[in-house]
């Protein structure tokens, strides 16, 4: 386990690391959160400090239903080492009084992202100690490897395993239940309802049986949503190791019949697959950020069984997303088309096409697996149209859009004739109309109980931007498969920008209505929404018109890090997003920045002025938050007000691919210019 290799497999220094001056201050390291990832939907994830601030964090978070079935068995672990008979903690945990204890934390010297896998550096008086993470790539297996980098020898290891079985979105108190549990000389295996066993070892190392029940961790992340924040732990007994200078070791935790004991092979392994999608990527002249960032993508592709064999998907975002259609296609062209990953790009688009119904992208496949998909989006089908444009256009290979015309026909097809959820072309206009009451079908999709807080039925702005796009993608499709299909659907879309230009254009106003006709009328409100009239491939608007759209999403929705999705001036308009859930559903879509909306105006940015080094600017600022919160990754929202503090999801998948997806853009159209 010889972090030197780092260097062999990514050739660069550490974009993200730390000193005493994070590691140290637990303030600091609690609000930075490290994740390793299986390509299934499982994880292992946590703070840098150590302390389990969520119910979703743990060392082996298995997807026993890949990618859902997220199940935590290995919440942590307790950590002692004992050197000339002096006990030293490595593990952090926080109970319900506000105790932290042990304080391992303050030990913590430095700590360092290896790729994506976290490395922490512990001192000691003249010993250091490098403890690191990561998972086997298909395998639901987590090692934690230590190594002494420097001192006497040899040390002895203490280390508890603290397990439950439990779906990640729920707590679950102890007293009531009990684990079964069955041990050997080093490993234990455990038994719980609701999961196949799984097992904890320690090769090399001694397993003391002792199963106690530790009470009472306090997750604070929870406590801050409103939620249930209380959690037991079952402690089957310790594991005793000896590490001696050049002797590395590990503990193993697998929910597998046969996993990799060799733990070196297998940290060789995960790094060398890092290597890998560098390569694959063509990142060797690219931007830390831009490596960093494909890594990130790398842990937001995973499989789902489609019909008994292997698909590919997205999940939405980590820790508590599953697949959404919406974010899935949006996020396909920079997660797999930017990091040279086309065969997965493809892979994603089938496994989607497989549930389109009545010309519908399901909205997200719903837990636990085999419920039916929903399908109450009237923009994820749009956007499966322009991602697979977007593959046509990268991978200039024919076979995928020949299998996936059909499905293209019918989605644009069903929108004409009209589908679900009032989803349909007025034929007055042209424009595409969709909603009824008591259903969210946007992307601005936040519902508490029967109330939408941001109903938008009518005609919305971006729909319809999508709309125009998917007509002239598919009459671009159509050419040279079907000349008459082709030639009407260029007639209707130079219908629908006639008719946008006249309903959502104001004279006298940069900025473009949100909603035309509406139940109430027209919505005038000033949203982040107009910015893809200007930005698609298939821009609606130019010139003046166009230059104004930008002018004013930058002047009232910007924000270093994403687009606020309401002006602050603008009625209900909250700035900060934080409380319990029905305090945060209401701060969502009315104020809260969303970085994937960096993306969009990045590229609109570039359109109206073109200024590419000028739009490459505006994403400079993530390369500092790739250091806070998610670590290595972008998080799903921001305050809208300063300091726009990190939100939501630490990892998500629309903010990493579009960050992504322009910062490559933008640099190779600079590089072509030079």
């Known amino acids: 386990m010889d972090g030197s290799r780092r260097h062999a497999a990514l050739g660069a220094v550490a974009l993200i690391s730390f000193g005493r001056e994070i590691c140290g201050d637990l303030p600091s390291a609690l609000r930075r959160e490290w994740l390793v990832t299986n390509g299934l939907g499982g994880y292992a994830s946590g703070t840098l400090a150590g302390v389990n601030t969520r119910r979703y964090h743990g060392l082996l978070v298995a997807a026993l239903t890949p990618p859902v079935g997220r199940t935590v068995l290995v919440a942590g672990l307790s950590e002692w080492m004992v050197l000339d008979g002096r006990r030293y903690p490595l593990s952090a945990h926080e109970y319900g009084d506000g105790t932290v204890d042990p304080d391992g934390y303050r030990y913590v010297q430095s700590f360092a992202l290896d790729g994506m896998l976290p490395v922490w550096t512990y001192a000691f008086e003249d010993t250091l100690l490098e403890r690191r993470v990561w998972m086997a790539y298909g395998g639901g297996t987590t090692y934690v490897g230590y190594r002494l980098v420097r001192g006497r020898g040899p040390a002895i290891l203490r280390l508890t395993p603290l397990v439950t079985c439990r779906d990640f979105h729920l707590l679950r108190p102890g007293g009531g239940w009990r684990p079964e549990t069955r041990a050997d000389a080093s490993s234990v295996t455990i038994r719980a309802e609701g999961a196949p066993p799984y097992r904890v070892l320690a090769p090399g190392g001694r397993f003391v049986q002792d199963g106690r029940w530790w009470w009472n961790f306090l997750h604070r992340e929870e406590r801050s949503r409103g939620l249930d924040d209380r959690e037991d732990l079952y402690a089957p007994g310790e594991f005793v190791l000896s590490l001696s200078p050049g002797e590395p070791v590990a503990l193993v935790a697998t929910v597998e019949d046969d996993p990799d004991l060799d733990a070196a092979r297998a940290l060789r392994a995960a790094l060398d697959r890092q290597g890998a999608l560098l390569r694959r990527a063509g990142t060797e002249r690219a931007d830390p950020i831009v490596r960093q960032l494909t890594l990130a993508a790398d842990q937001l592709i995973v499989r789902r069984d489609v019909g008994g064999s292997a698909g590919m998907t997205v999940l939405a975002g980590y820790h508590w997303f599953g697949d959404w259609g919406r974010d899935a296609m949006i996020a396909l062209p920079g997660l797999t088309l930017s990091t040279g990953r086309h065969d997965d790009g493809a892979e994603i688009l089938r496994t989607f096409s497989a549930f389109v119904r009545d010309g519908l992208l399901p909205n997200n496949f719903p837990e636990p697996r085999g419920a039916d998909p929903s399908y109450n989006t009237a923009d994820a089908s749009l956007w499966f149209v322009l991602a697979v444009a977007a593959y046509d256009a990268a991978a200039r290979e024919r076979g995928l859009v020949d299998e996936l015309y059909a499905v293209v026909r019918e989605i644009v097809d069903r929108h004409l004739a009209g589908t679900r959820y009032g989803i349909g072309m007025d034929a007055q206009d042209g424009l595409l109309r969709a909603g009824e009451p008591g259903v969210q079908l946007t992307w601005m999709d936040a519902k508490v109980d029967e109330t939408i807080i941001t109903p938008r039925v009518g005609k ?161 600022p993530f390369e500092h938050h790739l250091r806070d919160a998610g670590l290595g990754t972008i998080s799903e929202i921001f305050d809208g007000d300063p300091p726009h503090r990190p939100r939501g999801c630490i990892a998500q998948a629309w903010s990493v691919a579009e960050v992504l997806r322009i910062w490559r853009k933008l640099s190779a159209m600079m590089e072509t210019h030079r």
């Open 460 to 620: 919305p702005v971006e729909i319809n931007a999508l709309w125009y796009n998917a007509l002239r993608t598919a009459a671009r499709l159509s050419a040279g498969r079907d000349e008459a299909a082709a030639s009407r659907y260029d007639v209707l879309a130079g219908r629908v920008r006639a008719a946008f230009r006249a309903r959502f254009v104001r004279p006298g106003r940069d900025a473009l209505a949100d909603v035309v006709d509406g139940p109430d009328g027209d919505d005038l409100t000033e949203r982040a929404n107009q910015i893809f009239a200007v930005s698609l491939p298939f821009p609606l608007l130019d010139g003046d018109a166009a230059a104004g759209v930008v002018r004013a999403v930058g002047r009232a929705l910007l924000t270093t890090y994403g687009l606020r999705s309401l002006a602050p001036d603008a009625p209900g308009y909250h700035g900060i997003y934080e409380g319990d859930l029905l305090s945060r559903d209401h701060a969502y879509h009315e104020g809260t920045a969303w970085a994937w909306l960096i993306g969009p105006y990045a590229e609109a940015y570039c359109r109206v002025t073109g200024d590419a080094a000028g739009a490459l600017g505006l994403l400079r």
